[in-house]
């Protein structure tokens, strides 16, 4: 499955239990929301991988402070095991699907922020 409307950038090296850790996120963050949804949260992720001012690992950017959700949390869902379609969409995004346009935050729809909609998140 290769998301609609998405740019594709370079693909980043990941081990299993960085791209289980981007799966679990995006359980948390995107779970009932659609593919392309879940896909964008990864690819959030992905862009502060890449971007620098961010930490360089996806573990770096998913576990730091204040950022998305705790690692507690993120742990947790790891335990339980992540669904199929959250590990499909987070080794999408490793593998350089970006459908956000480069954004590298989030928030729901309902905060009023301006940006790409997809789903009930908006993306800037």
């Given at each position: ?33 659609c ?57 999408e ?32």
């Amino acid at each position: 499955q290769q998301s609609k409307g998405a740019n594709k950038k370079e693909a980043v090296a990941a081990s299993a239990d960085e791209t289980t850790v981007l799966g679990a996120l995006i359980q948390l963050e995107a779970g009932s929301e659609c593919y392309e949804g879940k896909v964008a949260v990864g690819a959030v992720v992905m862009n502060r991988v890449r971007s620098g001012s961010y930490p360089n690992s996806i573990s770096g950017v998913v576990y730091q402070g204040g950022q998305f959700t705790t690692a507690a949390s993120v742990n947790g869902v790891i335990a339980n095991g992540v669904s199929g379609s959250c590990m499909q969409a987070a080794q999408e995004a490793i593998n350089g699907t970006d459908n956000t346009n480069g954004c590298v935050s989030f928030r729901r729809v309902s905060s009023g922020r301006a940006g790409v909609v997809i789903g009930n998140h908006v993306f800037f």
